[in-house]
Structure formats: structure tokens, C-alpha cells
């Protein structure tokens, strides 16, 4: 028999039935302010030498771990029980692990520049001490046998000798502006990647350092409005843009025994790159990577440390451009005889061997997929073994693989869908596992690499996960559709909660596009997706498609952009507005664009030789004129306007401001050392030429992430308000 319904019970049921069907709605607060959505790791790992423990910064205290158990066993320092007592921001051990060098109070300059003290902690003695008292430094580095240390000050190369206490300046030429010594100019850090340019050799007895010669640059100027002073400071610093003098670069080699540099041998052409230099196992032989000015040709040469004479081993050559940060992959052997390459020249990048003097003697791996990161070689097997992840199952995921040198016996080691990036010891016996998709969060586990078995998990956001399913706040579908010219493109998009397949809803499309770039990827989305994720709260739907020149799939998919960035890919988001148009769930007379940086480019692009398809658009810190850009990057995808002024002016949105239509925000940020205001300016000017009315902002002194306090929230407010209102 039935006990009959209380009245309580009823309650109950009806309040817990609520609580299922109706999740709570998120704030811009929860993602830019409170964290609530904040994704859970495992921060600054450091490998130990004998491959049973690594070290991992947890706050201000250095946390050793046991790796065939996970378990914190020690920790080694107490930040705040050093005296002096210091706050870290990170750490490096000297190759012997007897010394530790801790960074503190670091201070950014550009995207990878900074400078910082530093102290150096003997593990012996317990004593700290500060690395040196003439200023701060950039970039300080153990020698190979941790007796020394070498930074740069002042545009200047410095080593400090640990054991005397002795500071020798190594160069005396460098000055702001003209000379830099051991550090990249502006446009070698943002576009080649590196900000530190000198280098141990393996012996410890020499360095290897860039000198840039600045003084033919000219000079960009940014007011700075910092402080609220009565007259705002003058910012300049040398940046080169497209079709402008560069840096003359030189490479020199620096003896400690005789205290005097070699200048090594590049050639007589001084409009040259040199993107990469490294040392071979032999510390009289170092390794440069020289490029001509397009970018279409590259030389590997072999420099004698103690002459400076060079030779040149390897060339490569493309009908389109070549990528330089390829030459990372490049690891010379123990045996002294071979060197790992990588190259894309059979139309994807894959993995080759060469000996010694540039002969190639096999390609290892092979196929219509791409190495995307080549992890090392274990030499100590049989058959040594190359770690590597890359696209063969999905351009869409990173999978993790191992492969013998003669190129057989590939084994696929990850096991999970979506993304995986492992950290591998140094013996090659264990790693890290940092793996998510669209789906599920960041999973960070520690494996045994041979057997290929989990030992650990060390973080799961599982909690994360259950607060994304009592927010709704859904993930990425993935879609995939042929365009009228036949090419099959990837998006994903993002829907509502309570979607309902039966209504019409707008469409936000979110753009980069850039060459090699890639935003469909089967992978946790960030803070970024949280906010596509906030307006589908609002009844958005929300898509992004990787139009043609975007990256992993293949050298044709991704060069077809050379020399004319702009016409294939606002084809193909023209074309994917018109996919989702066609949808019967989306509103197509309600489709807008937004995008950052080359996305801002694109949709002020979209916004005008697409007006007919988007009935809004965003575009922060977009380039709006190539020619007002930087020249590596600038000349690598559009040559020199010099030479295809064509390239340079068909698909830059001030050429076509005349034929906006739909509602247009551009923001950017005043101190953007990157793509500059002038950027804007540029547009706007075009915009009113035209009579086209628009909205703009600018946020004074912000640099091209446009972030900084209140910044963010402040920025994603108003872009919701816009979306909300014009869309």
C-alpha cells in the first residue's frame, strides 16, 4: 500500500525538479573576475637527472615528487624562509643540480622580453645570494657545468664566475635603440620567438651570442598617458616595417679562457635573417640557420667556434615561404655523425634524417599528416626511438607516438581523443600527461613510457567539469562542409542550452584565420569559449570555421594564401556564413563576425567585402593595412610591397571602407607595441572619408592583449552590449 504525499514532499519535489531543468546562468564576473571556471594544472615541472623524482613549483615553495608514485617526498626550498626571503617566479637547477637560480620581481617588456632578479641558491651550503648588484637582468643562464652564470643588462652580455664572485662584462657596445647585444630586437622576438640570443656551448667554455645593429631602423613613437602626468612620455623603439631596413645581425663567439669574440663567417648579403643559431655535440662546431629576406630560402652552415669559418651543409627552398621555427626539430646525434631534420617540402611536415654533412639518408616519418611537435630522440635503445605528436589521426587532435629511426615500429602511446601533450623525462622513462578534448577538461597524468602504463593522475578538474554541467555551459560541436569550390572545411559551434532545433537563432562567428593557425582543435576551450558560452545564455549561437591557409593540414591547404592574404579566406568565411545561413535552426539575415588581431583583420574584411552576409562585426587590434606591419611576418606571407603592392593593397580593409554596411565596433589599444593604433586610425580616417558611420574605443597605454586590471572585464562588457544590441 502507498503512503500518501505529503505536502512537504510536494514541495520538495517541485524545488528539485527546478533545480534540474533550470541551471543557474554565469556571469562575466565568474569568468573574468571570481575564476569560477578556472582550469586546474600542474605548474613549472622540472625533470631530475636520475629520473626517479621531478620538481614542481607549488606557491613559493619548490615541491620534489617520486615519480613511480606521484607523492610529494620533500621540500627542497621555502621561498619564504630564504634569507633574504623571496617570492619566485621561476626556477632553474644547474646541470649538476647542485645550484638552483630562482627568478623574482619580473617585469615584462614585449611578449617574451622581461627582466628580473635573480639569486642563485647553493643546495650545499643553503645559502642564497643575489647574482648580481649592477641592476637588473634578462635571461640568466647556468653553464653547462654550473659554475657560471651569463645574462644580459643594459643591451650588454655579463658572466659571473659563482666560485670567485668575479662579474665580466663580455661586451661594452650596446645601447638602446642602436646596439643590442645577446638579446633579439623587436621583431625578432615577436616573430621568430626567441628574446634570449646567447648560448652555452656544450663544453662551458664559450657563448655564442647575436649582436643586432639597429641604427639603420627607423623608429615608431607611442605617447604614454601613464601616471596621469601633465605631459605624456614618448615611447620609441625600432620596429621595422614591411618593405623597411632591418637589423644588420651578427654572430659572434665569445672565449672565456682569452676574453675575446670571433665573428662568424655569414656571407657578404646583409639583408639576411639568421632565426636560429645552435651548437652542435662538438663545442668547436655551432650550428646557424640563415635565411634570405623572403624567407623562400634557407642554408644550415656549420661554423668553426674557433675561426668563425663556416660551411654550408644544408639548403631548402620553397615556391611559397618556409617556416624557421622548424629548425627547433633539429637535434644532432651523439654518435656525431647524423642530425634530425624537419621539413615540408613532400607537402606535409615530417621528420628526416641527415648525416653530418647535410646528406640525406632517410624520412622517417610519412603520410598526408603532420608532425606537429617532435619531442627527442632516445639513443640509449637498440634502435633509438623518436617521441613525437602529431595530426595522423585528426587535424582536429594531437596524438602522442613513438617510431625507430630507421622510420618502423610506430606505436601510438596516447590513448584519449582530443589533445595530448606530454612532458618527457630526460632518460625518455617517464612523462607527464597533459591531455583534454572538447569535452573534458584538462587531465594531467604521469606515465611509464616503455610499457606505456599510468602511474599517477595529478590533476582532473573533475570538479570543473561538474560546474560546467550545473552552469549548462555547453561544449564544442563539431561540423564539417564542402564549398562551392569543392574545399572541405572544419568548424565547430557552440548552442544554447535549452536549443530548441525548431526556432531561428543569430549566429556570433568568432575568426582568426591566420596563416598556420588553427581555433577547430579538439581541445578545452578557454576563457574565450566561456564567453561565446555567456551569449548563447542570451539565445546565441556561436561558430568558428578554419578557412583555407590556416595550418595542419598539409603545405597546399595552408601556402595557398601567398602573396594575396585575405582573398581565399574571406571566401571561405563568406561561404561559411552562407553554410550556416542555410541551416534551418539559424537566422541568416542574423549572422555578425568578430575577431582579434588577424581576426580583427578579417572581420573588418568580412564587414565590407562580405556586408551582404554579416549584419554586424568586431574587430580588436586588427592590422587594416599590411604596410603599416612588420617585416618578417609581413614579407613572409605578401613579399615586400616593393614587390606585390597588388598583394598589399586588394585585401586591406581601408581599401574597401566604402562599402561597410552593418553595424562595425573597432577597438585597439593606444600602447600596442605590436599592431600599432595607427592601425585604426587608418580605418577610421577611411571610414569617415566614406561617410560610414561606426563605433570605436580605445583603451589608453593597453598593448595588444589589452588587459590590465579592470581592463578585461571592461572589454568584454562592452563587446556583449554590442552583440547584444546590434545582433
Not at 578556472?38 to 615553495?61: L, P
Not at 638602446?176 to 646567447?198: H, K, L, M, P, R
Not at 661554423?303 to 618556409?322: N, Q, R, V, W
Not at 592590422?623 to 586588394?650: C, F, H, M
Request: with cysteine; proline share 3%.
Amino acid at each position: 500500500m502507498k503512503k500518501a504525499t505529503t505536502f512537504l514532499q510536494i514541495i520538495g519535489l517541485l524545488v528539485f525538479t527546478n533545480q534540474l531543468f533550470a541551471q543557474s546562468k554565469f556571469t562575466l564576473a565568474d569568468i573574468y573576475e571570481k575564476g569560477t571556471f578556472r582550469q586546474q594544472s600542474v605548474a613549472g615541472i622540472n625533470w631530475m637527472n636520475d629520473g626517479k623524482f621531478y620538481t614542481a613549483q607549488e606557491g613559493n615553495d619548490l615541491v620534489k615528487f617520486d615519480v613511480t608514485t606521484g607523492q610529494k617526498v620533500e621540500t627542497i626550498v621555502q621561498g619564504a624562509s630564504l634569507s633574504p626571503a623571496i617570492d619566485f617566479d621561476d626556477y632553474t637547477f644547474s646541470a649538476d643540480e647542485k645550484k638552483i637560480l630562482f627568478t623574482t620581481n619580473t617585469e615584462p617588456i614585449y611578449r617574451r622580453s622581461f627582466k628580473a632578479n635573480y639569486y642563485v641558491y647553493d643546495l650545499t651550503t643553503k645559502q642564497l645570494k643575489e647574482l648580481s648588484k649592477g641592476g637588473q637582468q634578462s635571461y640568466a643562464t647556468f653553464s653547462p657545468e654550473g659554475s657560471k652564470v651569463a645574462f644580459c643588462r643594459g643591451n650588454n652580455l655579463y658572466v659571473v664566475d659563482l666560485q670567485t664572485n668575479t662579474e665580466v662584462q663580455m661586451t661594452n657596445d650596446g645601447k638602446w635603440n642602436f646596439t643590442i647585444n645577446g638579446s633579439t630586437d623587436w621583431v625578432y622576438e615577436e616573430e621568430f620567438g626567441f628574446a634570449q640570443a646567447f648560448f652555452w656551448s656544450p663544453d662551458g667554455q664559450k657563448i655564442a651570442y647575436y649582436t643586432f645593429d639597429e641604427s639603420k631602423v627607423k623608429e615608431f613613437n607611442m605617447q604614454m598617458w601613464r601616471g596621469g602626468k601633465l605631459y605624456p612620455d614618448d615611447y620609441k623603439f625600432k620596429y621595422p616595417k614591411a618593405g623597411e631596413a632591418n637589423s644588420e645581425i651578427t654572430i659572434s663567439i665569445y672565449d672565456l679562457k682569452s676574453g675575446k669574440s670571433t665573428k662568424v663567417d655569414i656571407g657578404t648579403e646583409k639583408d639576411i635573417y639568421i632565426p636560429r643559431i645552435k651548437w652542435t655535440n662538438n663545442a668547436n662546431v655551432l650550428a646557424v640557420l640563415s635565411m634570405n629576406r623572403l624567407q623562400n630560402k634557407l642554408e644550415i652552415l656549420h661554423a668553426d667556434a674557433g675561426t668563425g669559418a663556416t660551411k654550408a651543409i644544408l639548403t631548402e627552398e620553397s615556391t611559397a615561404y618556409l617556416e624557421a621555427d622548424f629548425f627547433d626539430d633539429v637535434i644532432y646525434l651523439k654518435d656525431g655523425k647524423h642530425f634530425i631534420y624537419s621539413s615540408e617540402k613532400n607537402g606535409f611536415k615530417h621528420l628526416y634524417l641527415y648525416d653530418i654533412a647535410g646528406k640525406m639518408i632517410r624520412q622517417i616519418t610519412d603520410g598526408k599528416w603532420e608532425v606537429v611537435n617532435f619531442l627527442g630522440i632516445d639513443e640509449k635503445q637498440k634502435k633509438p626511438l623518436l617521441y613525437y605528436t602529431s595530426t595522423e589521426v585528426s587535424p582536429l587532435e594531437r596524438q602522442f607516438y613513438s617510431i625507430d629511426i630507421q622510420g618502423k615500429n610506430k606505436k601510438k602511446l596516447s590513448a584519449e581523443r582530443g589533445t595530448n601533450s606530454p612532458n618527457l623525462s630526460k632518460d625518455f622513462k617517464y612523462y607527464i600527461l597533459s591531455q583534454s578534448n572538447a569535452q573534458s577538461p584538462l587531465q594531467v597524468t604521469l606515465w611509464e613510457t616503455q610499457k606505456n602504463t599510468i602511474i599517477k593522475e595529478l590533476k582532473n578538474n573533475k570538479e570543473l567539469l561538474e560546474k560546467y554541467k550545473e552552469y549548462g555551459v555547453k561544449t564544442r560541436e563539431f561540423f564539417s562542409f564542402k564549398t562551392s569550390e569543392g574545399v572541405d572545411l572544419n568548424g565547430y559551434m557552440l548552442k544554447p542550452a535549452n536549443f530548441d532545433a525548431s526556432k531561428k537563432y543569430p549566429v556570433l562567428m568568432f575568426v582568426y584565420g591566420g596563416p598556420g593557425s588553427q581555433n577547430v582543435a579538439d581541445a578545452w576551450g578557454g576563457s574565450r569559449d566561456l564567453w561565446h558560452n555567456f551569449l548563447t545564455q542570451e539565445g546565441y549561437i556561436v561558430a568558428c570555421v578554419d578557412n583555407r591557409g590556416t595550418g595542419f593540414r598539409g603545405a597546399a591547404f595552408k601556402k595557398i594564401t601567398y602573396a594575396n592574404l585575405g582573398k581565399y579566406e574571406v571566401q571561405d568565411q563568406i561561404e561559411s556564413a552562407k553554410h550556416l545561413g542555410s541551416l534551418p535552426y539559424i537566422d541568416k539575415n542574423r549572422i555578425g563576425i568578430w575577431g582579434w588581431s588577424y581576426g580583427g583583420y578579417m572581420s573588418s574584411l568580412l564587414m565590407t567585402l562580405g556586408a551582404d552576409y554579416f549584419k554586424a562585426g568586431i574587430a580588436v587590434a586588427p592590422v587594416t593595412n599590411w604596410r603599416y606591419y612588420d617585416s618578417i611576418y609581413t614579407e613572409r606571407y605578401l613579399k615586400r610591397p616593393q614587390d606585390n603592392a597588388v598583394g598589399y593593397d586588394s585585401y586591406s580593409p581601408v581599401t574597401h571602407a566604402d562599402k561597410l554596411k552593418g553595424a562595425y565596433l573597432l577597438v585597439h589599444g593606444t600602447g600596442d607595441d605590436n599592431v600599432h593604433f595607427q592601425n585604426a586610425v587608418s580605418m577610421q580616417n577611411a571610414l569617415i572619408k566614406s561617410g560610414k558611420q561606426f563605433q570605436s574605443f580605445y583603451y589608453p597605454d593597453r598593448n595588444h592583449g589589452i588587459y590590465g586590471g579592470n581592463t578585461t572585464m571592461h572589454l568584454y562588457k562592452m563587446l556583449t552590449d554590442f552583440v547584444l544590441k546590434n545582433l
